[in-house]
């Protein structure tokens, strides 16, 4: 099955609240969902934005973060991940994120880090 969309491309952001301040109030980025001083998701031409704090990296990076992590969003992750893990591919965590979803966080053969989005079945239902 194929990726459906570029859900979200989020970057780390050692200081959220000031992050939030600029992407909000000085580029005009409308807030979608936030996390308190965790997450801040922005809309961005039918697509989304996020920063992040240091804590939402993959585990074990969290120490040297870099770089923008593109996010695609899927329908089949464990048919995915199987197919990533016999083509070789470091696989770096699964996260389930409750009622919003599953995220695999993998690198690509440059060592950048991707990340893949499955919806929760009831955030499916409810659109």
Known sequence: MPVKRLQNTWLVAGD??????FYEHL??????FADGSRWVQFAAGGTNFA????????VGLQDSPAGAIPVFEIDD???RRQKLAVGGVEVL???????HGRVLTVRD???????LFERAAESCRLG
Do not use: C, F, N
């Not at 580029?27 to 979608?32: I, N, R």
């Not at 920063?51 to 990296?57: P, V």
């Not at 053969?109 to 990340?115: F, L, M, R, S, Y």
């Open 109 to 115: 053969p440059d060592g950048h880090i991707v990340q």
């Open 77 to 79: 992750m464990d048919e």
């Open 27 to 32: 580029l005009g980025l409308e807030v979608k």
């Open 51 to 58: 920063i992040g704090a240091t804590g939402e990296y993959p």
């Open 93 to 99: 965590e699964l996260r389930d994120m409750g009622s």
């Open 16 to 21: 959220v609240a000031a992050t939030r301040d």
